[in-house]
C-alpha cells in the first residue's frame, strides 16, 4: 500500500454538494491526494509550472504525451495556424454588444464556430483534438476581435507571429507583441488553469459528451459552469476585493471586520484542497515578480497582507485565483478578461476529458433525493379557484 492509501479520508467541505463523492474514472488528473498537490497525467504540476511551454503541457493533455522539440514545434506552427476566424464568427461578434460580459462572448463565439465547422458525426478522436487544438488557437481572436470592434469600431487582424497563446493574447490586446517577461508569466498561469479533475465545469463538459454530444457543445456548456464566482469568475471577484484599498493597513482592518462578520471571501479556501492550493506558491512568485519588474508593488502588498490575515484568523489559504488576479492586473488585463483566460487554458483539460468520457461511452444519470410532498389529491383545473400563487403561499 502507498501512504496515499493508507491516509485518512478527509472530511467532506460543508459548503460543496457531492464532495468527496467519486464520480467516474479519469487518467487525466489528481488533486489534493496529499491535501496540497495537483499532478497531469502523473506529473506534478511543479516540475511543469515554471519550465514548460503551456503549448507543452496542453499537448500533454489533449495529445497523451508530453512532446518531443519537434513535435511541439509542429504543434505550435499548427496553432499559428488556427489563429483566423471565419467571416460568420466575426459576423456575429460584431452583432454583440459592448456591455456583453466576455464570458459570454467566449460562448457564443465557441457556438458560432460549431455552427461554421461542425464536428463530424462519428465525433473520432483525431477531430476531436483538432476541434480543442482550432479553439486553444481561435478564442484570444474571438475575444479580442469582439473588444476591438464593441469597444473602439475597429476591425483587428486577428493572425500574428507571436510564438505561443498567451503572446498572441496579449498582442491582440496591447497591440505590440509581449515583453518576454510577460509571455513567460503567461505560460505558467495557463499551466496551472489547465486541468483540475472533476470540477463543476469539467463535470458539465463530461455530462454533456457523456450524452453523445458534440465537442463545442461540451466546451460551451463548461464555459457558462466556469462564470460563476464560486469557480472560474473567483479570479475577477478576488481583484474588485483587493482593489478596494488603498494600501494593506486598510486592507487588514476591514478583512478582519468581515471575517468576524463571516463574510466569505473569494479567493481563498477550496473545494478539494484541505492544506493549500500548490499552484498558489507557483503564481504568488509570478506575481511578484512581475511587480517588481513594473516597480508597482501595491497591489501584491494589500493582497499578501490579506492571505496572512486569511491565515492568521480562518487558517484559510489563497487558492489559484487570488495572486492570479494580482498577475492579470500587472499585465494590463482588464478584471472581465481574467476568467476568459482561464478559458483558453481550461479548454486543453476540457478537452481531453470530453475524449476519456466518450471512450467511457457511458451517459452520466445520478439519481435525487425526492423531498417534496407525497400523495397530493389532485384537483381538475376547473376546481382550483384562487390562482395557483395563492394556492402555494
Ligand atoms: C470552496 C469553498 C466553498 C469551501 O468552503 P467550505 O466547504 O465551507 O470549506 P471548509 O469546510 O474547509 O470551511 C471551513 C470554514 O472556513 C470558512 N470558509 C471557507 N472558505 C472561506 C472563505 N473563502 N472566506 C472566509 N471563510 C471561509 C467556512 O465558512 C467554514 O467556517 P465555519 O467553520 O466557521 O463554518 C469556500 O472556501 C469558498 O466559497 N471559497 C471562495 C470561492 C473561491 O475562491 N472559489 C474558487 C475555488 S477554486
Known amino acids: ?93 460584431e452583432a454583440l454588444p459592448a456591455a456583453a460580459h466576455p464570458m459570454d462572448v467566449m460562448r457564443s463565439g465557441v457556438s458560432t464556430l460549431g455552427c461554421v465547422l461542425p464536428e ?44 505561443s497563446i498567451g503572446g498572441h493574447f496579449l498582442h491582440l490586446l496591447h497591440g505590440a507583441p509581449p515583453s518576454p517577461s510577460h509571455a513567460r508569466a503567461m505560460h505558467t498561469s495557463l499551466i496551472l488553469y489547465a486541468e483540475h479533475e472533476f470540477n463543476a465545469s469539467t463535470f458539465t463538459a463530461r455530462t454533456i459528451a457523456g450524452t453523445g454530444a458534440d465537442m463545442y457543445s461540451a466546451i460551451s456548456g463548461a464555459i457558462g459552469a466556469l462564470r460563476g464566482p464560486k469557480h472560474g469568475g ?19 482592518a476591514d478583512i478582519r471586520k468581515r471575517v468576524a462578520a463571516k463574510e466569505v471571501v473569494i479567493g481563498f479556501g477550496h473545494p478539494v484542497y484541505t492544506i493549500g492550493d500548490p499552484r498558489n506558491e507557483v503564481i504568488k512568485g509570478v506575481a511578484r515578480q512581475l511587480s517588481a519588474d513594473a516597480g508597482s508593488t501595491r497591489m501584491f502588498e494589500i493582497a499578501e497582507r490579506i492571505e496572512a490575515v486569511m491565515s492568521e484568523t480562518k487558517k484559510m489559504f489563497a487558492n489559484l485565483d487570488w495572486f492570479s488576479a494580482v498577475s492579470y492586473h500587472m499585465m494590463g488585463v482588464p478584471t472581465a478578461m481574467f476568467t476568459p483566460l482561464f478559458v483558453i487554458s481550461r479548454t486543453s483539460g476540457w478537452s481531453a476529458h470530453v475524449i476519456e468520457q466518450r471512450q467511457d461511452n457511458k451517459i452520466i444519470r445520478p439519481s435525487a433525493n425526492y423531498v417534496g410532498p407525497e400523495n397530493l389529491t389532485f384537483v381538475p383545473i376547473e376546481a382550483r379557484g384562487k390562482s395557483s400563487a395563492a394556492r402555494a403561499a
Open 120 to 163: 463530424t458525426h462519428d465525433h473520432n478522436h483525431p477531430g476531436a483534438r483538432d476541434i480543442a487544438d482550432r479553439l486553444m488557437a481561435s478564442l484570444g481572436s474571438i475575444l479580442l476581435y469582439w473588444w476591438h470592434f464593441a469597444h473602439h469600431g475597429r476591425r483587428i487582424e486577428v493572425e500574428t507571429d507571436d510564438d
Open 234 to 252: 473567483a479570479n475577477e471577484v478576488a481583484f474588485e476585493i483587493q482593489k478596494r484599498y488603498a494600501g494593506p493597513d486598510e486592507a487588514e
Open 1 to 93: 500500500m502507498t501512504d496515499l492509501q493508507t491516509q485518512a479520508k478527509p472530511p467532506p467541505k460543508k459548503s460543496v454538494a457531492l464532495s468527496g463523492i467519486v464520480a467516474g474514472n479519469t487518467a487525466l488528473c489528481t488533486v489534493g491526494r496529499s491535501g496540497k498537490d495537483l499532478h497531469y497525467r502523473g506529473y506534478d504540476i511543479l516540475d511543469l509550472a515554471e519550465t514548460c511551454e503551456f503549448e507543452e503541457v496542453a499537448y500533454l493533455l489533449v495529445h497523451g504525451v508530453l512532446p518531443t522539440v519537434s513535435e511541439l514545434s509542429a504543434y505550435k506552427a499548427k496553432l499559428k495556424s488556427l489563429r483566423g476566424l471565419p467571416t460568420a464568427v466575426r459576423t456575429t461578434l
